[in-house]
């Protein structure tokens, strides 16, 4: 009770600083150019009162304190701990607050860590973080205060969604995060530096910091709820094209694309409306998705708030900053003068710019793909729906001529280049191919575009295997995220090709049996814990090769809110994942089981998390 | 520098002697691009509800039966309409969806040669 009032009122307190400090940033921005001291420590206050907030919240969950409405909402006295901390930003209400607290938190460090930049650029940046964050505060405040006040009080809570009640899943929301809110300071910053007219070189390796901070943390937030995805929805896909995962995937292009201009300009000056309109599509994009999820227009897994109200508000803040954001661009945006500079055909500009080409090509696929069934149901009433083979039959193909450029695009040089070890570039070409020839032959997969895909990922995966043996070859950061990229698709490509998986009902003692594998239905435990009863089924399995394994697939059956679920038991190892799930069928002592072998799911992971480590790396160089 | 490359390659053909090719069966093709009705966001191949695995197993009936998948498709458009297909086809609700990236990525190409590369 007294919890919520604390963290209602320091709610209320962070608001009001906002606005002291746009207040502050205007008159500080017309007078002096001594950044006024009390900026910064207005700018902490907010981001303590914030966090007296946050951790207001954590400890009503904790406390199970059922007069919070979000707790009621969201909690039960029977769930451990942990899940109950996390289960503080597994709703909607909780999860905006952890927005907030990000937004506040980068925009201090922002203030704190920025040097040798104009004092009116940092004031201007400040200015406009703080105008995206008054906004949520009053979107947390109007229509999704975590703290409203419940009487009676209640014995006990609804209990948070088994699904959301998995590790994974409880440091997805931070780190997803710390990603999409990162790249509003970008926003901010580009604004800022439009309006002074400082887009430049300085800047661009100045805000190229934070562009890699927002986009390793995505990246890692994005493999985070893939990896969920895979164990926890219980059918052992980690992407589904699911509107949800989309808007998640957009804001990465988006940053990805930004990250490979900035280069251009860090460089020459040159592409700076380019960089400004990306920074910009950047945040929106990530606003864009806030909206998709939260106002429930879309059809998802991760659907679980809406309410009409949040939605009319996140669409209109959103069109006011587009708004002020397009303002700014047409009336103080200067194209830079010497943008005169002609591109050789052959140069590391050229195939950045190549690079952007295809970057957006794959975001409109995904933009178009998840909002055109909106449009069409608004404007038509007819119900599509755009689902996987949609976005492989309009990406895979394209992916081949962008896995070649950026196996070659980094080995340029800038300006005018020339192409070096050509006997090289070629021997390995053929390499390539010969090698998806024969995998191709081998296994009886007889599709073109796949020989192809894999061609190009393997011709990308020995070039950048190659430079890292390569002394001449300075760019760690560039390879090491650019290997991991046709590690990645190389394992999705093996991953999808080579899984397989049996289907079958079985009871316990039975056993199925086809030529290559054997399953033996040995047993049935039950388990009670505190919050779920399980079944537990014990499995043998025998591959043909004679590889004994035993797995123990789960049904959970949660007390509140009375759902069951599937917990998948995976066996990993260097080469394949063993995967099985069982299921319940109705009214007989029959499980559906499903068991899948599925080859370098683990090299998913680990590519993903290589490319990330280039991006971390490149954070941590120190610019030569 | 050889060696490493013959290396790679011995390697890699190793790792593929322990793969089985996959026998996937028509009915998992068909399903993967169905949607389950009455879940959030699945198809019915991933699905365990029972409209899925009602739906499963009338796929197998109308395979059985000698149905092609372009005819159960065809059948279940009907009955439930575009809705339940996750591969949207190209019809004249679609010509807009298929075409504008294809598009975009046109236009994005004649931008970059013309302001980039052609330039005076």
Request: charged share 15%; with cysteine; aromatic share 16%.
């Amino acid at each position: 009770m007294i919890y919520s009032v604390v963290g209602h009122y320091s709610l209320i307190l962070g608001f009001c600083i906002g606005l002291i400090l746009i207040f502050l940033s205007i008159k500080n921005f017309k007078n002096s150019n001594q950044l006024d001291t009390k900026i910064l420590s207005f700018s902490f206050l907010q981001l303590f009162f914030v966090l007296i907030s946050f951790l207001a919240l954590i400890i009503s969950f904790v406390i199970s304190d059922f007069s919070n409405e979000t707790v009621f909402n969201n909690s039960h006295t029977t769930k451990p701990l942990f899940y109950k901390i996390s289960g503080t930003w597994g709703n909607h209400e909780g999860s905006l607050l952890l927005w907030l607290l990000v937004l506040t938190l980068f925009i201090f460090i922002f203030l704190l860590r920025t040097k040798n930049q104009p004092t009116k650029y940092k004031i201007l940046t400040l200015g406009f973080q703080q105008v995206i964050i008054v906004g949520f505060f009053l979107f947390l405040i109007q229509t999704s205060n975590p703290f409203n006040y419940l009487f009676p009080v209640p014995d006990e809570g609804l209990g948070l969604n088994p699904i959301l009640q998995d590790p994974a899943l409880a440091i997805h929301p931070p780190i997803l995060y710390l990603g999409y809110v990162g790249s509003s300071i970008i926003f901010s910053s580009a604004l800022a530096a439009t309006t002074l007219k400082m887009v430049s070189s300085s800047w661009a390796i100045h805000i190229k910091k934070w562009v890699l901070v927002s986009w390793i943390f995505l990246t890692l937030g994005i493999l985070l709820g893939s990896i969920w995805a895979y164990y926890e929805l219980g059918w052992g896909g980690f992407w589904f094209w699911d509107p949800v995962e989309n808007v998640s995937l957009m804001p990465w292009l988006a940053l990805t694309t930004l990250l490979h201009c900035i280069l251009v300009l860090e460089r020459k000056e040159i592409l700076t409306s380019w960089v400004i309109v990306l920074s910009i599509a950047t945040f929106t994009l990530s606003m864009c998705g806030t909206f998709l999820v939260r106002s429930g227009i879309l059809n998802s897994v991760h659907t679980f708030a809406n309410d009409p109200e949040r939605g009319l508000f996140i669409l209109i803040f959103l069109f006011a900053l587009i708004f002020l954001s397009l303002f700014i661009f047409f009336f103080f945006h200067q194209n830079n003068k010497n943008n005169l500079s002609n591109f050789f055909w052959l140069s590391k500009e050229t195939s950045i710019l190549v690079n952007n080409w295809f970057m957006m090509y794959f975001l409109s696929v995904v933009l178009i793909g998840t909002v055109y069934p909106i449009f069409l149901d608004v404007l038509s009433s007819q119900k599509i729906s755009v689902g996987p083979p949609f976005y492989h039959k309009l990406i895979a193909p394209f992916l081949i001529p962008f896995l070649f450029a950026m196996a070659i695009g980094p080995r340029l040089k800038w300006i005018r280049s020339d192409l070096k070890d050509k006997i090289y570039l070629i021997s390995l070409l053929i390499i390539s191919i010969l090698i998806s020839f024969f995998i191709v032959k081998n296994f009886n997969i007889n599709t073109l575009i796949n020989t192809i895909l894999i061609s190009s990922a393997l011709y990308l995966f020995f070039i950048t295997l190659r430079d890292f043996f390569n002394k001449k070859y300075k760019n760690f950061a560039q390879n090491t995220a650019h290997f991991g990229f046709s590690l990645l698709i190389l394992s999705i490509l093996f991953n999808n090709l080579f899984s397989s998986e049996i289907i079958t009902n079985l009871k316990v003692g039975e056993t199925y049996n086809n030529s290559k594998t054997k399953i033996v239905f040995e047993s049935i435990n039950q388990k009670k814990d505190k919050n779920y009863k399980s079944i537990i089924a014990n499995f043998n399995i025998t591959s043909s090769e004679g590889i004994n394994n035993n797995l123990s697939p789960e049904l959970r059956i949660y007390n509140q809110p009375n759902i069951t679920t599937s917990e998948a038991d995976i066996k990993t190892t260097l080469m394949e994942d063993k995967f099985i799930v069982i299921n319940l069928v109705q009214n007989q002592d029959y499980f559906n089981v499903r068991y899948q072998v599925k080859p370098f799911m683990l090299w998913i992971w680990l590519s993903v998390i290589m490319i990330s480590l280039g991006g971390l790396v490149s954070f941590l160089q120190k610019r030569i | 520098m050889k060696i490493f490359k013959v290396l790679i390659i011995i390697f890699l053909l190793l790792c593929f002697n322990n793969l089985s090719a996959n026998e996937n069966s028509e009915r998992n093709e068909i399903t993967k691009n169905l949607r389950c009705l009455v879940c959030q966001g699945q198809s019915v191949y991933d699905s365990d509800s029972d409209f899925a695995n009602s739906m499963k197993i009338l796929v197998d009936k109308k395979l059985s039966e000698g149905l092609s998948d372009k005819e159960i498709y065809n059948l279940f458009k009907e009955k439930y309409g575009y809705w339940i297909l996750y591969d949207p086809g190209l019809n004249k609700n679609t010509y807009l969806l298929w075409l504008l990236p294809i598009l975009i990525f046109l236009i994005g190409g004649a931008i970059i040669v013309k302001s980039f590369i052609l330039k005076k």
